[in-house]
């Protein structure tokens, strides 16, 4: 069984910085995909990056150039570089992972949140404030 717990969130200002981290528990096979999605409060489930194990990517246009995703194969960990935040980036970010997919099929998955994804965490709170 597969878990994810993400790490990192916090306040901070706009124009600032943060970077979260999912830390996986269990075997992840190498045809699974990585990614991140965020849910702000009263709005829906949005996809923000995604990531295979070959290091492709794939981008929200709404972060494109702000936010970068990589991973650690050694550490088991996924991680997303938050930088230029903006009021709007407010939100529940959580890491997810499905196999078969490529990114940018997975980003599109995860405007659905966890459900479209094989596995999700439970999410850190990140409040960017002016």
């Known amino acids: 069984q597969v878990q994810l717990v993400e790490s990192g969130g916090g306040s901070v200002q706009a124009g600032g910085s943060l970077r979260l981290a999912c830390v996986a528990s269990?075997?992840?096979?190498?045809?699974?995909?990585m990614g991140w999605f965020r849910q702000a409060p009263g709005k829906e489930h949005e996809g923000l990056a995604a990531?295979?194990?070959?290091?492709?990517?794939s981008y929200a246009d709404s972060v494109k150039g702000r936010f970068t995703i990589s991973q650690d194969d050694a550490k088991k960990t996924l991680y997303l570089q938050m930088d230029s935040l903006k009021l709007e980036d407010t939100a529940m970010y959580h890491c997810?992972?499905?196999?078969?997919?490529?990114?940018?099929?997975?980003?599109?998955?995860?405007?659905?949140?966890?459900?479209?994804?094989?596995?999700w965490g439970k999410g850190t709170l990140v409040t960017v404030s002016s």
């Open positions: 997810a992972a499905v196999d078969d997919m490529t990114p940018m099929q997975a980003l599109d998955v995860m405007a659905w949140g966890g459900r479209g994804m094989d596995y």
């Open positions: 269990g075997y992840i096979p190498s045809t699974y995909c």
């Open positions: 990531i295979d194990r070959d290091g492709v990517t």
